[in-house]
């Protein structure tokens, strides 16, 4: 986790427990969707999938821009970026009214993915992905948000003046934000119902399932030394178990169960535990059942 400027920058494993510690003071109930068109990962200068352009750079270049048009500070909330890396504005906290959508910032959260995600742009990143998918069920998760296109909304559902409209509609909606081919299935309603709400809502059950939390290598390797210790008991108690009922008499009980059978002491000296036998060549060496035997009498350990 980087500070630096007007920004904080962190990995997509640390923004769960970051945003688990945050105090949210004001009533978050819609989470919009914004593809930044410029800056994209032609401006981010990609090469072999990696930006040459530094994060804050561009982060400090989109604050910039912003408030060259007047606004108080950078337009939206949180930021991705093709390496899978999260940026949270700081002029623009989580409890601040975004700049995303004219006329619909209240109670809304702005994020922003960079990239340009219109047919003809940029193909969005495996790390990219994956970042907006833990990204916003994590959001749902500490907002308590049931995962929808009402409570998840792209920047095309709504007109210029900021009126919902529900889906994308070419020449009505303001805008193609997050861009016509993005999630790779577009910017309509029914693109988001099928695969983009879907997969927040598969992640959102998989961090509720305890399944989100990757485990460290410490954490491993404590696990391994756990399960080598769970099996080694599994094995003792096969073996006490094991040597409670016995097979047959042992030979160091032998004389004393026929001393102990001769006496009519017990009927038969079969399918006795090891207690039992133990028992009854104690009392046979005692002299319980007569005199004892020649046969010397050793017991197993
Ligand atoms: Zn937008």
Not at 250 to 272: F, L, Q, R, S
Request: glycine share 8%.
């Amino acid at each position: 986790m980087i500070t630096k400027g007007n920004f904080l920058l962190m990995e997509r494993r640390e923004f769960r427990d970051w945003l688990k510690a945050q105090t949210i003071t004001r009533k978050i109930e819609r989470l919009q969707v914004h593809h930044t068109a410029a800056p994209n990962y032609v401006t981010r200068r990609m090469v072999a999938g990696l930006a040459q352009q530094d994060h804050f750079a561009c982060l400090e270049g989109m604050r910039t821009f912003h408030l060259s048009q007047g606004w108080s500070g950078t337009g939206q909330n949180i930021t991705t970026f093709e390496d899978g890396k999260i940026a949270i504005s700081l002029d623009r906290n989580l409890n601040a009214t975004p700049a995303g959508i004219k006329g619909a910032n209240t109670g809304a959260l702005c994020i922003e993915h960079v990239g340009n995600f219109d047919k003809g742009g940029d193909t969005m990143t495996e790390a990219q992905r994956d970042t907006i998918v833990h990204l916003y069920a994590c959001l749902c998760e500490k907002l308590s948000i049931t995962p929808s296109v009402n409570t998840i909304v792209y920047h095309a559902w709504y007109k210029a003046d900021g009126t919902w409209l529900g889906d994308y509609a070419a020449g009505k909606s303001s805008k193609t934000c997050p861009g016509t081919a993005f999630w790779g299935a577009g910017n309509s309603k029914a693109a988001a119902q099928k695969s983009f709400i879907p997969d927040i809502a598969a992640e959102l059950a998989k961090l509720k399932n305890g399944d989100g939390d990757e485990m460290t290598t410490e954490e491993k390797a404590a696990f391994k030394t756990l399960q080598e210790t769970v099996a080694a008991q599994a094995k003792r108690i096969e073996t006490l178990e094991g040597r409670e009922q016995m097979a047959k008499v042992p030979a160091w009980a032998e004389a004393a169960c026929v001393a102990a059978k001769k006496a009519g002491v017990i009927d038969t000296a079969n399918d006795g535990s090891y207690d039992f036998y133990r028992f009854i060549t104690v009392l046979y060496r005692r002299g319980f059942f007569g005199t004892v035997g020649a046969v010397p009498v050793k017991e197993a350990k």
